[in-house]
C-alpha cells in the first residue's frame, strides 16, 4: 500500500470485477483504496470525479471508505500533535497485509487511519546553531530563513499551513496568491496572508514586522472584533509586558531584517542592550562588569560575521581595553 509523500500518493485505485462475497485479499485492497482516496481528498490533490466513479461502481467500495472517514474524523480529535522525524518519513511504511488480515478488516481500517494521521499531522523541523543562518524553501513559493539559534517546525497540507517557532528569529515569505500561513509564538498566532514578515521570540514574548503584504493577531476567541490587523510597516510586540501595536519607520524596518544581510545595527541604546543582542551571533560572549560602561549609548552598522571588528569599533570609540578571559569571553574595561 502506498503511503502519503508531501500530500501525493501512487495511484494504485483499480475495480475488483467480482461481485461476490469478498475474499479477504479484496477487502484489504478496498481498505487501501478507501484510505488512499481519504488522504487524496483531505490534501485537496483528489479528483472528485474520479472518485465518485470509483465510489459508486461497487457498494463494497462505499462502505470502506465510510469506515475510513469515521476513523479519520475520531482521530481528528486527537489532542496534541505527533512529531516525526524528516528521515522517519521518507522510509515510514504501513504494516504488511498479512498482519492486517490477522487483525481482520476493521483493524486494518485504524491502522491505515492511523497511518495517514501521523503522516498529515507530522511537523517538518529546521534549526540553526548560534552564528548560523537557513534559507528554507517551502511548498508554494513559500519562504523560511532562520537568524541564528533559531529552531522552527512547520506542516503544509492542500487546506492548511502552519509555522511553528520555538525559539529565534524568522523571516517569512508569503507567496502571492496561495494559502496564508498560521505562524505560531510564545503564545499567540499570527495569519500571515502574503508578503514579508520578520518574527523574533525572546524571554516568551514576540516581536512581528510586517516588511510587505499582510497579516493578522489572531485571539484564542477570535471574531471579527478581536482580530488586529497588521499591515506593511507595521509591528506588533509584547516585549515590554503590554501588548504594543505601532508603525515603524523604514529605518526602523531596515533595523530590525539587517540579519538577513549579516549586519547588526544599533541605533542608540545602552552598551550593556546592545550586547545581548549581538551576542546571540557569537560563541564567545561580550560582557562589560562596570555598570557605567553599561550606560554608554552606541550606534552604527556592523556585521555579525566578524565580532572583532566589532569590539574594535567599541575600544577606538569610547577609549576601551579589551581582554579574553580563559573561557573566551571578551570583557570590556576602561
Do not use: C
Not at 517538518?124 to 530563513?145: F, H, I, K, M, N
Not at 523574533?200 to 482580530?227: H, K, M
Amino acid at each position: 500500500m502506498s503511503v502519503i509523500i508531501s500530500g501525493r500518493a501512487r495511484n494504485v485505485l483499480s475495480r475488483d470485477p467480482n461481485l461476490s462475497e469478498p475474499s479477504s485479499s479484496s477487502l484489504e485492497s478496498m481498505t487501501d483504496q478507501a484510505a488512499l482516496w481519504y488522504a487524496q481528498l483531505d490534501s485537496g490533490t483528489a479528483d472528485e470525479r474520479a472518485f465518485e466513479t470509483w465510489r459508486a461502481a461497487d457498494p463494497r467500495h462505499a462502505a470502506a471508505f465510510a469506515r475510513i472517514a469515521a476513523t479519520g474524523e475520531i482521530l481528528s480529535t486527537l489532542s496534541g500533535t505527533v512529531e516525526v522525524p524528516a528521515e522517519a518519513k521518507q522510509s515510514r511504511v504501513l504494516p504488511s497485509r498479512r498482519y492486517l488480515l490477522q487483525g481482520g478488516v476493521l483493524a486494518a481500517v485504524l491502522i491505515a487511519g492511523i497511518g495517514i494521521w501521523l503522516q498529515s499531522h507530522s511537523r517538518v523541523y529546521a534549526e540553526t546553531l548560534v552564528g548560523g543562518r537557513q534559507s528554507v524553501p517551502l511548498p508554494d513559493g513559500d519562504r523560511l530563513d532562520l537568524n541564528t539559534d533559531t529552531k522552527v517546525g512547520w506542516r503544509f497540507t492542500g487546506k492548511k499551513k502552519e509555522v511553528w517557532v520555538e525559539r529565534g528569529e524568522i523571516a517569512l515569505h508569503v507567496a502571492s496568491g496561495q494559502l496564508p500561513v498560521l505562524v505560531h509564538a510564545s503564545g499567540k498566532t499570527f495569519l500571515v496572508t502574503s508578503g514579508d514578515v520578520n518574527l523574533r521570540t525572546r524571554d516568551r514574548t514576540v516581536n512581528l514586522v510586517v516588511v510587505s503584504g499582510s497579516a493578522q493577531l489572531l485571539t484564542p476567541e477570535t471574531s471579527i472584533a478581536t482580530i488586529i490587523p497588521l499591515t506593511a510597516g507595521q509591528t506588533w510586540s509584547d516585549f515590554a509586558g503590554e501588548p504594543r501595536h505601532q508603525t515603524l519607520s523604514e529605518a526602523g524596518i531596515r533595523s530590525a531584517t539587517a540579519w538577513q544581510r549579516d549586519e547588526f545595527i544599533a541605533t542608540g541604546q545602552r552598551l550593556d542592550v546592545v550586547l545581548a543582542d549581538y551576542n546571540r551571533y557569537i560563541a564567545d560572549k561580550i560582557v562589560v562588569d562596570d555598570p557605567a560602561l553599561a550606560a554608554l549609548h552606541v550606534g552604527g552598522r556592523f556585521s555579525t560575521r566578524d565580532p572583532k571588528a566589532f569590539v574594535a569599533a567599541l575600544e577606538t570609540t569610547f577609549s576601551l581595553n579589551a581582554s579574553t578571559g580563559p573561557d573566551g569571553t571578551v570583557h570590556l574595561t576602561r
